[in-house]
């Protein structure tokens, strides 16, 4: 089974390198030499070159060049985990087997941009790793292989980012010779049980004082690294917050204020609750009694 490999992500480079150690057929791998829409941007090329596997850099897999590239390469399935662009016809119709895309959520549920941080941010207790036929949609083509995975507690964006990996690494290896044999199945996603996430921006990182402990501590699991962490600003500085703790916090404070600046790190009083800034960068320093 001839396969192109479509990625630019941390993910897609163990994708990979999963695929070349199963002996799998890489005719050739499209990647991008820049991203700026992913923190975890990783460029494929040099895994290409260690291993003789033709490649292409693009910024647009959907470009006249791209196609015309693949047409030589004459695929059996064209397999695109880590893309954040949607593909078009001409090229999800030019391998027989048409294209295999990668989603770490529970489709058809949380379809869209950036899955991993919205479940974290949003307090979700559970997602899964999902790999699905590419249509012209986003994330709603029938699914070929799905796994749920819990989200504990003590996620973050890191801990959670290696745990879809490692599952999403075996069911590749389940999958793809389902694909050479044919003895593959398709799952239609049931269209009226979807929601689609919309991308974040910086704002959305931002912390707001206001919000109650929990939300605050879920947003900075959520943009934990590989992302680019939760962040306050103190007279025009940029504070990146990466780590923190829910504590308990009087109730007739206001949210902004600094309780205690002993021990783990400040503690800040919250919309409800009050929250402990274990890790930033810089370090932070600030004044009991003071606000942020």
């Known amino acids: 089974m001839r396969i192109i490999f479509i990625g630019t992500v941390l993910f ?13 057929n890489i005719v050739g791998v499209c990647t991008a030499r820049q991203s700026k829409g ?6 494929l090329s040099c895994i290409c070159s260690e291993n003789g596997i033709p490649f292409i850099c693009a910024d647009d897999a959907n470009s006249d060049d791209v196609l015309f590239w693949a047409q030589t390469l004459n695929p059996d399935v ?13 090229l999800l119709e030019l391998a027989p087997l048409g294209v295999v895309g990668f989603h770490p959520a529970a489709l058809p549920a949380n379809r869209g941009r950036h899955p991993l941080i919205w479940a974290l941010v949003l307090g979700l207790k559970k997602t899964a790793s999902t790999f699905f036929f590419m249509d012209e949609g ?31 690494l075996e069911q ?11 003895r593959y199945q398709r799952k239609r996603q049931n269209h009226q049980n979807s929601n689609e996430w919309r991308k974040r921006g910086m704002a959305d990182g931002k912390i707001d004082w206001r ?19 939760a962040h ?8 990146k917050v990466w780590k923190t703790r829910i504590e308990d ?20 009083k919250c919309g409800a609750g009050a929250i402990r800034l274990l890790c930033t960068e810089p370090i932070f320093v600030a004044d009991i009694g003071g606000y942020l």
């Not at 992913?38 to 460029?43: K, Q, T, V």
């Not at 064209?78 to 001409?90: A, D, N, Q, Y």
């Not at 799905?146 to 890191?158: F, P, T």
């Not at 916090?249 to 800040?268: F, R, S, W």
């Open 12 to 24: 897609s480079s163990f994708a990979l390198r999963r695929l070349i150690d199963i002996k799998a």
């Open 38 to 43: 992913n923190s975890d941007y990783f460029d």
């Open 78 to 90: 064209i397999f695109c985990f880590g893309w954040s662009r949607l593909l078009k016809k001409p």
């Open 138 to 168: 986003a994330d709603s083509g029938d699914i070929l292989s799905q796994r749920e995975i819990v989200i504990a507690e003590e996620d973050d964006a890191g801990t959670l980012y290696e745990k879809v990996t490692q599952v999403a």
């Open 172 to 182: 590749i290896v389940e999958f793809v010779p389902l694909l050479a044999s044919g």
């Open 211 to 229: 919000m109650s402990a929990e939300s605050i501590h879920n947003l900075v699991r959520g943009l934990a690294k590989p992302y680019v962490g």
């Open 232 to 239: 306050f600003e103190v007279n025009g500085q940029v504070i």
């Open 249 to 268: 916090g009087p109730q007739n404070m206001e949210p902004g204020k600094v309780l205690c600046a002993g021990g783990d790190g400040l503690l800040i």
